[in-house]
């Protein structure tokens, strides 16, 4: 039996770590092809420390971690977002993030996802927010790392309320596998009002 629970101050600092971890597995798979470092994800995840508003949503399979969704106000990731942004006209002060979500493959496929989202929204509702969105990248379909039976996360996301933020493209660097150095890959925003 998974059980989903919201963590916030105290509790979510205690489980970071897990997430970092969680993070490094779950993004190597396509289309991520994350080749994670834990020093570096311990530091990324500072943001979730430091937001009086962050949420993390976890997935235990008892005492275990097995899955992990995360959102702070998007006015605390400005300097990584603005940009993006900029023509949208969006005022980033009522816009809730939804970060990462992370799962473990064999948990898959039992609503742990809607339920990672339910619980981020409402907590984005509680708080005032007026949109959530989030980001994710944008790999090409020829790209010779796809498998043959990928299948895209877009129907979820629609079917969620979420659409692609037309021109809101974000940019951040990180080492693929097999690669030697980092390099910079677009990531889409969809975006949907609460």
């Known amino acids: ?15 970071l770590d897990d997430v970092a971890r969680l993070r490094i597995a ?3 798979a396509f289309p991520y092809l994350y080749d994670g470092d834990f020093d570096y994800e311990r530091g990324y ?5 430091e937001s009086d508003l962050a949420v993390l949503v976890g997935a235990f399979d008892g005492s ?20 993006a942004f900029a023509h949208t006209g969006l ?16 948990y898959r496929g039992h609503g742990i996802g809607h339920a990672f989202f339910d619980a981020r929204e409402a907590h ?9 969105a989030f980001c994710g990248v944008v790999r ?17 996301w629609l079917k969620r309320g979420y659409a692609p933020l037309k021109g809101a493209i974000a940019e951040f660097a990180w080492k693929d596998l097999g690669d030697a150095e980092e390099s910079r890959k677009p990531l889409q925003f969809w975006i949907r009002d609460l």
């Open 45 to 49: 995840l500072n943001t979730y420390r």
């Open 1 to 15: 039996m998974i059980e989903t629970r919201v963590l916030t101050g105290e509790a979510l600092e205690a489980a």
């Open 64 to 83: 275990r971690l097995v899955g992990a969704s995360t959102g702070t106000p998007l006015a605390d990731h400005a300097d990584d977002f603005a940009a």
């Open 124 to 132: 984005a509702r509680k708080h005032g927010f007026q949109k959530t």
């Open 91 to 106: 005022d980033l002060g009522e816009i809730f993030y939804c970060a990462e979500s992370v799962l473990l493959p064999e």
């Open 26 to 28: 779950v993004f190597r």
């Open 140 to 156: 090409p379909k020829d790209h010779p790392a796809r498998p043959a039976d990928y299948a895209p996360l877009d129907p979820f």
